[in-house]
């Protein structure tokens, strides 16, 4: 009976309907502006079909949320578009003019849309595809408010490394003194460091950025984390940020590890750096050691010189010959060489035998019946026998 259950799903996969697309054709996708009362705009849009046939298409304003409603002072130069054929570009316009006054403060966010009005497939799992365009307007608070980031930028050892505060004032009134107070936690949790940034005001609806320096002489590398507290007129906020001090050091962090014997093989290396900088011209040598630890000069290669971006992970690779290599495990030492500076790194690989290739030939009929379209087939007849017999079942017990 499960395996009826499983087959029905199967089959009825088989009959989803597919989904057409529509997109939208515009110089101002998203557009996002503080509350200006009367304010007028007029935005130009296409959407372009591509459902495979001709049909109708709707145009329609619609809130994002509903804690205000803004679509009565939108209006669209139409609404409904009849017999439109695949591939067409369909222009309107949308014109915006916004009230005296909005009670509500915050972001409110107006969509315009253009929708098929037929749903394919039909049923529970009709769809129809659309696209829309949005607009953010911005109503101040009527009273101090503030939305803002802080960020720690990541530096090397001995080096300063930047914080800042991005802070937006959507409140009415003017702040007249802004500042961040940044205090900086070392990976044992412990407080080491307080700092702070340049004062500003900020006047409603702008945006500051208020800036500063950690400096890190003295610091080893590592992870660390800074509190990030602003305080703007009699108000203040706090927030957290991680960031990285580096030292000029590649981790080698994995390679491959098995290889067949009396071959050429790719041998990936998988390395980490902890730099906050860009590392030029990295390359490892990689050199197999006998029992009595001894270079087999014969089996030593080195790989391609690659670059390395700040804190990033890469592959680099060479070429590893086994010809003549007796099979069992060998201890490895890989070099790695950057800007002056090694990392060497002692490991293990292993040299295997070849698989054994596989002589027999499958029947043709197994080999038809492993395609996909066979299985579905071999599914459906299934499924009706199993319908068949339990049909026969019921019969016989009345």
């Known amino acids: 009976?499960?395996?009826?259950?499983?087959?029905?799903?199967?089959?009825?996969?088989?009959?989803?309907?597919?989904?057409?697309?529509?997109?939208?054709?515009?110089?101002?996708?998203?557009?996002?502006?503080?509350?200006?009362?009367?304010?007028?705009?007029?935005?130009?849009?296409?959407?372009?079909?591509?459902?495979?046939?001709?049909?109708?298409?709707?145009?329609?304003?619609?809130?994002?949320?509903?804690?205000?409603?803004?679509?009565?002072?939108?209006?669209?130069?139409?609404?409904y578009v009849k017999d439109v054929p695949t591939g067409t570009a369909v222009p309107f316009t949308v014109y915006l003019k916004l009230p005296e006054k909005i009670d509500v403060p915050g972001y409110h966010e107006i969509r315009v849309g253009a929708r098929e009005t037929q749903s394919l497939g039909?049923?529970?799992?009709?769809?129809?595809?659309?696209?829309?365009?949005?607009?953010?307007?911005i109503v101040l608070y009527p009273t101090e408010y503030v939305e803002w980031g802080f960020s720690v930028g990541n530096c090397n050892v001995n080096e300063s490394c930047n914080f800042q505060f991005n802070v937006i004032n959507l409140g009415e009134p003017t702040i007249k003194k802004a500042f961040g107070k940044v205090e900086v936690y070392n990976p044992e949790n412990r407080l080491i460091k307080t700092v702070f940034s340049d004062e500003k005001s900020i006047e409603p609806?702008?945006?500051?950025?208020?800036?500063?320096?950690?400096?890190?002489?003295g610091m080893n590398a590592g992870s660390y984390r800074a509190t990030g507290t602003l305080y703007f007129d009699d108000n203040k906020t706090q927030k957290e940020s991680g960031f990285l001090i580096g030292k000029l050091f590649v981790d080698i962090l994995d390679h491959k590890k098995v290889f067949i014997a009396n071959a050429t093989e790719k041998m990936d290396i998988t390395l980490l750096s902890g730099w906050n900088k860009k590392i030029e011209n990295i390359y490892a040598d990689v050199e197999v050691l006998n029992k009595d630890n001894i270079i087999m000069d014969k089996y030593t290669f080195r790989?391609?010189?690659?670059?390395?971006?700040?804190?990033?992970?890469?592959?680099?690779?060479?070429?590893?010959?086994?010809?003549?290599?007796?099979?069992?495990?060998?201890?490895?030492?890989?070099?790695l060489n950057y800007e002056g500076a090694t990392t060497v790194k002692y490991s293990t690989i292993q040299v295997v035998p070849p698989e054994k290739p596989l002589v027999e030939e499958k029947p043709f009929l197994v080999k038809y019946l492993m395609n996909t379209t066979s299985l579905l087939i071999l599914g459906v007849l299934l499924l009706f026998a199993n319908i068949l017999w339990m049909v026969a079942r019921n019969k016989k017990k009345k």
């Open 122 to 137: 039909g049923g529970q799992f009709g769809v129809k595809t659309g696209a829309e365009a949005t607009i953010t307007i």
């Open 303 to 335: 790989t391609v010189s690659e670059s390395l971006e700040p804190w990033a992970s890469k592959n680099i690779y060479g070429y590893f010959t086994t010809l003549g290599l007796e099979q069992g495990n060998y201890t490895i030492r890989i070099t």
């Open 1 to 79: 009976m499960k395996i009826s259950k499983v087959l029905i799903v199967l089959v009825f996969c088989l009959f989803l309907p597919s989904a057409y697309s529509i997109g939208l054709s515009t110089t101002l996708l998203r557009d996002k502006f503080f509350f200006e009362p009367g304010l007028e705009k007029e935005y130009s849009h296409s959407f372009v079909t591509n459902s495979g046939f001709t049909e109708d298409y709707e145009l329609y304003v619609r809130m994002q949320s509903e804690a205000v409603n803004l679509t009565e002072y939108v209006t669209l130069d139409k609404y």
């Open 205 to 217: 609806s702008k945006t500051e950025i208020l800036q500063g320096k950690i400096d890190t002489t």
